[in-house]
């Protein structure tokens, strides 16, 4: 091969290869949640939500966007409160499904799944709150109390002695 094909063949090569790495063909994101994240933390919840519904398109099984959702849900402009539970459980199922390792490395083991359970009472609450306020009857009030004593039971049994699990349990009783 002539050294002017040679030369040719590695320019064609090397401008591929930049191509594909501008293209996102390089390695993936360390922290695909980290801007969601950040939102979050600056009680940007709407904002928070188009990035997480795109990063459960391209990984539907990410236990840490499924959970930072359904803390969207619960706490955005909107509450969404079905679509706030079905995230938080998703999470839990998910986090069981993988090895019971918590998906932020900011919380051990334990403290994801208890969060996880206190995200979800907090949804069960404000829905029974919400209801209560509206006057709706004692038959419809039954289900957010028995799913609220619910997640309280299963974050009792994770951390019994935790401060939130009391405030809750407390807080239940008082209703």
């Not at 206190?118 to 609450?125: D, M, P, S």
């Not at 957010?144 to 004593?149: A, Q, S």
């Not at 009792?156 to 239940?172: F, H, T, Y």
Request: glycine fraction near 6%; include cysteine; charged fraction near 25%.
């Amino acid at each position: 091969m002539p050294a002017n094909e040679g030369r040719n063949a590695r320019r064609i090569a090397a401008a591929t290869v930049l191509a594909l790495l501008a293209a996102g063909c390089s390695r993936p994101d360390p922290d695909p949640n980290g801007s969601a994240r950040a939102l979050i933390e600056e009680s940007q919840w709407d904002q928070a939500v188009d990035l997480l519904k795109r990063q459960l398109i391209e990984q539907p099984d990410d236990v840490a966007a499924h959970f930072y959702l359904g803390r969207c849900y619960l706490n955005g402009s909107m509450f969404y409160p079905g679509a706030a539970a079905g995230e938080f459980e998703t999470a839990l199922r998910l986090f069981a499904e993988t090895g019971r390792h918590s998906p932020i490395s900011e919380y051990n083991d334990q403290y994801f799944e208890l969060r996880c359970h206190l995200e979800l009472a907090k949804v069960y609450l404000r829905t029974y709150i919400e209801l209560a306020d509206r006057g709706a009857p004692r038959s419809i009030l039954q289900r957010p109390m028995r799913d609220l004593k619910k997640a309280a039971e299963a974050a009792g049994k994770i951390a019994p002695d935790s401060q939130d699990v009391r405030d809750l349990k407390s807080m239940i009783e008082s209703l």
